[in-house]
């Protein structure tokens, strides 16, 4: 059994992280943090959430936290990640952080879209956190960097096709939609009821902080720097992500190639699922589960190649995957705790 | 021309006030107020508010607005509309108050409600603004209190079967819903999209401030003291509000009768509709208007009476019947600027 | 293992069963059948539900299943079940009947609401599936008959007091709301989504085929006739249902009796929670669980009881009953499978 | 004053123009068809119509309606339209069809997306309904084939840069969402409430019948074959529409150039608005109007340009162009009873 801690275990992503871990057959829950809400139950915060009366949100204190836990989920802003994280890892505490903290190899491109990285040393030894991708690197870590939403919904479509030459590095466009949910529990005007309902609008164009996560990411694997055009908008629906991206194909490319490639990526995998030609995602398809679903368009014409992707932001594109990675490190099936069988409501 | 004022400018009621007189044919908005906004006009607040360039809020300063203006509408917070309505007076600006402030009589209830009131004197000359029974006190009074939205979606059904002595005064409940809207522009939990997307709940069950004011009116016109169950409940839309109404009927009445009284009193009213035999009003059916429509049924066996009223909470509920009050105070048709045709969607 | 059929596994309430079941640790789905979709795989119907290639849509051939299972879900329309049932209980299928079919005593009152009755001689026989209230006669039954969402959310309130005197029968109202779910997946024109998104209304005021069945029970459980005032109202959300009802109490009912009876009946059960002073239900606390939330407020002077209940229409309001019920019938915990953590969103 | 009849009055779009025409200060509303609703009056079919108790809906006679009328707008079905209008110009009404039969000018195009063209000798004299873009043509019609929705709102963004060479025409993208409104009132499983609500998706990819109607209006203003690569989603609102494009600048382009075309173009337009740099735009800041508003990003280093333009697709997506385009017609300013103020909900 898994001794779990879940840092911000107050906000939308923590709780799921809760959710997740109490459903999770290998995994017992011994600790929880919140700074808004210290001292009180899961139970008192959100009355959802039965059983949970004497699981009281503690102080993130290292030191008590090391006696009772293996492993610990951060669900805490960006900066106070990097604030605990190399304590943690001296005490033995392995990290799967949802900030975007530990998420770069390359501080300056944090720092151009954060702040001052005063972690810069861990940034070789994290690992990214996408689990199909990064398997093998995220079973021997001990330090998770967990991807961003729209950076995970991006890079499953994109990944295996730019790996193997099947489409062209420049160009490429994602326009993401993402549930309000995305934006977490802390008011804000644009997450007022009235002003989100009955509408739908592009936010952060041309400057969105998953930018520089993508982009590392896709220049990693292609060899050379790539820069996408990615236009986020708010959906008026709790959770919930769709990107919709257009690229070139390169010469070689086929439908039938790009379709054997994906399969030959995710053929095996339980939470990645090539919709057959002529399908494509809805966000209700994936809602509540950890899957991404991917549906293609290949225009033999054009040469212009779309790809569809939806996941649940907090599930696949948070929590969800923090599992799956937390799986991974400790040598379990990816399916653990996140198997469940979903319906259309 | 009547030159207007609008103090409160950027909330919710404040703009269907500015889009109310913006469309008047017989009215001119001179000034806005806003104390978040001062400055600012209401195109850079309200980017759906075109051709307001040139408006800009502006400070509260009754001795300008005295110059400008006839009639000023306060979509103020309670408690500041009664630190500016003696002086507002004493300038000759005629006002219709959206608070609290100026809509009882009994400067008590008030204050058991809300606080200590300032103003006392003024109670004894503010009139109560629901425009279909008190038009004539209307027309001649200089300050109008104008009703809460649950008062008038719950008094406009009640007092003329109360009147006529056809319902029992004890044992009333009104199970009222309403859009979130009725909450306002500030931020808040309940008003997260996350949190009231997909829910429903009560709210301020047995104490909710609508209720004293409603208690007060049925009294007055029952000449006893009424005091109703009233539980209002918080609906995942954004404007509209609905009550259902259950009373017992005295020995005398009968379906015929009821109905009569409702045409004795609304059949000759624009904006209160009594729908056919079988027929109930939805919140769809009479956004985006001021009416108020109303559905009865009546069980003989049981002698129980339910009435269903529908309103838009920001218009008959608020903004509406507050220019609608407007016109009866200036000698004006009700329906001046608040007649537009209005369709399903 | 229990191995379950499910008929009718294409509507909403059945997918709910198929979710449940295939996520139950005690139980194995062996059959489904449609009407609409025969031939078709559950995923082909509902891409949502992923790993169900295999699971075929079949025929109802009773022959066939009583091969195959030891229990039956019939998710299907009023008359159609009960031309199953009796061949179903000779082939020694246990059913669970979510029809109203089986729900009645009385065969006139089931007449009076739905049709002519054609298995009378099994009313005797069949159980009402209120778990909590009939949980004895469950254990030993085989034919249960499933209550309506409505009348769950409206007797697990109002049965405790009603039995030990603590409420009139005379004068109780439930005012009702439910999402759009309630009405199934077939298409109508109020559950157009521009027809019902943004709006709320009242349908079958004084005649909705729920009225007796609630009659029934309570009747039965007060031992005099008892007549409720029953109003629905849809709201515009998918899953939820929420019952504001008011009763007068009796001359010996104080706040702690009455708190003390809920105690007493549902102190140790799973899924019915009295909430605490001051807290109320909402229909985000319960949705996606099969819990039935109880809040209350009782006013000393007027007398008047407010009882509010939230369920999930598509669980405790019918698939997660049901289960339930199976759990019941076969010797296991009321829990198993239907015990998963849910979160707020 | 000028009489108007609207045919297929009972759909959403029919009811639109319904609500506008009566609301138009030089407009008569003589006459409504509708084939679902015969001898119905408007109040019946939608009870939020109030004061329509005598407009009855009546056949689509022309000789008839020839003696009441001087243009009649045409919310039919693709096919229904272009059989009855050779009949309604030579009977001296002027037609505003909003059916795709009189948009195209190459029959072969509509009949690679529709069905075999019935009219073909009209396409010469029918003009497209682009208000601001064929202000002339249509000062000179008969008969004027108002644009698509999804048209609508790319070809405004598009237009005034193609033509004046200020993006290439080679590899344009528009990922565009639409409201469930858009579909109209017809009953389907994907307008179900419980299936669109919470969810989005995209449909008709690669192969959805505004495609050819886009490319052909562009093709003809960049004098060389345009095909663009659209992609519709369905969002889970009533109304509304929003088009993201994407497309590469020429070597001449510059963000002042692209800013100054919009200028020339739509500067003195009512309806089209180029929002400030910084600036996009919402679905609610346009919903209720006739509006189109477009924001802007320029990237000089990958040279792509991104245009966001909003809409209400039953505006000036269909009713509100209509009537737009029925002002030109008559040589009434274009602001003709369309230019109500709309606030933020």
Known sequence: MINVGIAG???YTGVELVKLISNHPKAKLCAVTSNSYKGKSLTDIFPSMRGFENLICED??????????????????HKVS??????????????????ADYRFTDAAAYESAYQTHTSKDLLKQSVYGLSELYRDQ?????????????????????????KEGLIQPAGIISDSK??????????????????????FNPYKVGNHRHTPEINEILSLHSQQPVSITFVPHL?????GMMSTIYARVTDTATQDKIRKTYDNYYGDEPFVRLLNKGMYPAISHVKGTNCCDIGIHFDETSRQLIMVSAID????????????????MFGLDDKT????????L
């Open 82 to 99: 990097m604030q605990h994280v190399p304590t943690m890892l001296e005490n033995n505490i392995r990290v799967v952080d949802l900030s």
């Open 337 to 344: 705790g996140l198997n469940r069988v979903q319906g259309p």
């Open 313 to 328: 932001n907090l599930l696949k594109g948070a929590a969800g995957q923090a599992v799956q990675n937390m799986n991974i």
């Open 138 to 162: 995220i079973k021997a870590s001990t330090l998770v960097g967990n991807p961003g939403c729209y950076p995970t919904s991006i890079l499953l479509p994109l990944l295996p096709l730019l």
């Open 60 to 77: 993130l204190d290292i030191k008590s936290l090391s006696k009772k836990i293996d492993v610990i989920f951060l669900a805490l802003p």
């Open 178 to 199: 993402s549930g309000v949910s995305g934006a977490g529990r802390s008011l804000s005007l644009s997450a007022h009821f009235c002003e989100a309902n009955e509408s």
């Open 9 to 11: 275990a107050s906000g």
């Open 235 to 239: 959906l008026p629906l709790t959770r």
